[in-house]
């Protein structure tokens, strides 16, 4: 057997032939400093370099890999397909199957169109939306990243954010022109540029979670609003859950939020870790995609079989009970445990989780600052009260399949008097402390929220607290890009070295989000909290 080459040659001979060394900015390590890596091989929880080093790893192939590397029965697929075949170039059963489980589980997706990654399915909706409308103007959000199609590398996240790129030379005026930019979280912004652009804006496009400017939960009422106003100028809604699909729960975070978004991008985990991503949505808005209508979009490789069949394998058992539950309360314990460390190691910094997506950002806010309130205009306990309603979902059955409707206006009394009493029998009064404390999760707003409740958005057997982790400890400064930029990147960078030093792989990028997969175990996440306890001594 060949011996392996060294790191340095081989980053010598990708220097020379790849573009910076790598295929994708963040993988160079820019803002993190040190040579990057070269993964020989990858297992579970864990990556090999090519000098034999072992890393747990948290980027799990960008949140691509919720089951962990080389899960058995995702390469057992992938596997007997190969031999039946690596590509047709003509529909296969396998696209249907896969389609058919997204819209179960995502309803709002009444049709959709399988592509090869995230910006393919963003570049298309977009078109898609532009030609429904009639319209030329779209709006986005800053520190948002939906790829890297022309029109939305304009104040973008991700690696744009990573190297300081506000914007991308070779995108004509003209075009960056027509992308309307307002800071995350921020519904009156969006209505001033609704005001400013009556009936000229074709969409609104948004991650439902911002996990591009590091992990931004949406503020109550946010998410509602963009609904509500684009509804009423008539311009689309599109959610980008290229990372959110999958991730929160068996399903898209729309259907947590009870939000029904007009189109929806998908990727990442509905390919198992292959290259694919869809987008889909609105049978009316869909049908004006080609061979149906005049809107063109093709590919080689859309519908990959061998993306199709690991894509099944992976949602199957995703739907396993139980599996969002454990992988949230891993994510949990991860978070506390990190803030913990930043509160002893006396070093400031705020983490921010949501499910098994979660960032540690060197803000400058004091760490004393946790559990005030979730966010700016949130009253205490809010959380508690969207808790109770939710929980007479957890008996829906078959409904739990099923999407939300769009938000209606006023609010139900009685329905929500009816949920607050429902516990899906189980007495909250009688259970300890530290499970109540546990079962405070950040879902959404109370407001319209009876819409949600009546049709049922989660899985018989997974109690709703299961989607998200404890975030009552989530920073309320840290609800938009400009409070994210306000990170120390040098200490970040350093802490990153230090972990590295460690064995353990963070995303080389203070705004990028680190993932929880189920492969990671106990015992890696207390190896993680102990290598974060030292390594922000160090720093």
Known sequence: ??????????????????????????????????????????????????????????????????????????????????????????????????????????????????????????????????????????????????????????????????????????????LAQLTLNAPYNDAAAVEQIFQKYPGKIAAVIVEPVAANMGVVPPVEGFLESLRAISARDGALLIFDEVITGFRLWYGGAQNIFGIKPDLTLLGKIIGGGLPVAAYGGRRDVMDMVAPLGPVYQAGTLAGNPLAMRAGIATLTKLEAPGFYAELARKSTRLADGLRAALKDAGVPGEVNAVGSLLTLFFSPARNDEYGKYLFRGSEPGHLDKIFEEQMRNQSGGDAGLRGPDPPTTGRNTAAASAARKTHAGQDRASRKDTDVIRERSYLHSAADFDTTISNGNFKTGELPDHVFPDNSNNSLNLHDYSAAKQSNTARFAAFFQEMLSRGILLAPSQFEALFVCSAHSDADIHRVLFAASEALRSI
């Open 1 to 174: 057997m060949a011996s392996t080459p060294s790191d340095s040659d081989l980053l010598a001979r990708a220097q020379n032939i790849l573009v910076g060394g790598v295929d994708s900015p963040v993988r160079a390590f820019r803002a993190v400093g040190g040579a990057p890596l070269i993964v020989d091989s990858a297992r579970g929880s864990r990556v090999r370099d090519t000098n034999g080093k072992e890393y747990i790893d948290f980027i799990c192939s960008w949140g691509a890999l919720i089951l962990g590397h080389a899960d058995p029965d995702v390469v057992a697929a992938i596997a007997d397909q190969a031999a039946r075949g690596t590509s047709y170039g003509i529909t296969s059963p396998l696209e249907i199957e896969l389609g058919e489980r997204i819209s179960r589980a995502i309803p709002s997706i009444e049709r959709i169109r399988f592509v090869t990654s995230g910006t393919e399915a963003a570049m298309s909706a977009v078109r898609l939306a532009r030609a429904f409308t009639g319209r030329d103007l779209i709006v986005k959000f800053e520190g948002g990243y939906h790829g890297h199609a022309d029109s939305f590398l304009v104040d973008a996240g991700s690696g744009l954010a990573t190297l300081g790129i506000s914007s991308s030379p070779g995108v004509p005026a003209a």
